[in-house]
């Protein structure tokens, strides 16, 4: 038996040790994975649910729901409130934190209430390689659990075993939040978070990967990787590109030369 099989068994274990569960669930490549091994071991004593707010984008959800269909897994989509709270809008380093915090407690009533004894997210062992103070909001509420980190996995190994399973997420790109988009220190509002997503599709008419359309008030900073940089700056291409974002708001556009990486915001900590 492989290492990898064995993290299989023991995710499996972890899973039927929740006796019922509600998946904590986006539609991204970990939570989709969680969702689909919840199914396989609790059948339908596991569910499926997407907190939609003005943070996820509406292409997000849809894709969602699909998803969710074809696992086979029940799917239950709750209005989040993470916006009605001024600490999440003021937008500081610890945005995370106070929209976990609001989400997962809001998930654990509505959980309980509905006769699920535990709440399940996916972090995986990659994430404590980055700045996430959500994982502070989910280490403080006891009914929330983490079982794909409990049990080791990392994004790769995720991948992988999604790819056997035939799940479509196996190679999507990893997603986050449009507030990850927006500069710390600036104000969280729906009409910043509508400029981000429609940005981001504009983008996505003319590369693929991995894009972000980071947000800086005025300024629009646009990350692809690297090799897609060049079907961005072709003559033909351009001018659509700048025209557009300008038409969303942005005054100045921006083609960041380093490309895409993750947490890129992060970067200004110290600034903020």
Known sequence: MTQLQDKVNNLNNILLSLGSVAIAYSGGVDSTFLAAAAYRALGDKAV???????????????????????????????????????????????????????????????????????????????????????????????????PLFAAGFTKAEIRAVSREWGLPTWDKPSAACLVSRLSYGLPITPVRLKQVEAAEELVRRYCSGQIRVRHHDSLARIEVQPEAMPFLTRPEVLPSIVAGLKELGFTYIALDLSGYRTGSMNETLDEV
């Not at 209005?79 to 709270?85: P, Q, R």
């Not at 989400?103 to 996430?132: C, I, M």
Request: charged residues 20%; contains cysteine.
């Open 48 to 146: 499926a649910v997407t907190a939609c707010s003005e943070s996820s984008p509406s292409w997000e959800n849809n894709e969602a729901q699909a998803i969710a269909q074809a696992i086979g897994i029940k799917h239950i989509v709750l209005t989040a409130g993470e916006m009605n709270n001024a600490d999440f809008v003021a937008n500081t380093s610890q945005r995370c934190y106070y929209c976990k915090k609001e989400r997962f407690s809001a998930l654990v009533a509505w959980a309980g209430a509905q006769g699920y004894g535990l709440v399940a997210e996916g972090t995986n062992a990659d994430d404590l390689k980055d700045f996430r103070p959500g994982m502070k909001a989910i280490a403080e509420l006891p009914k929330v659990k983490s």
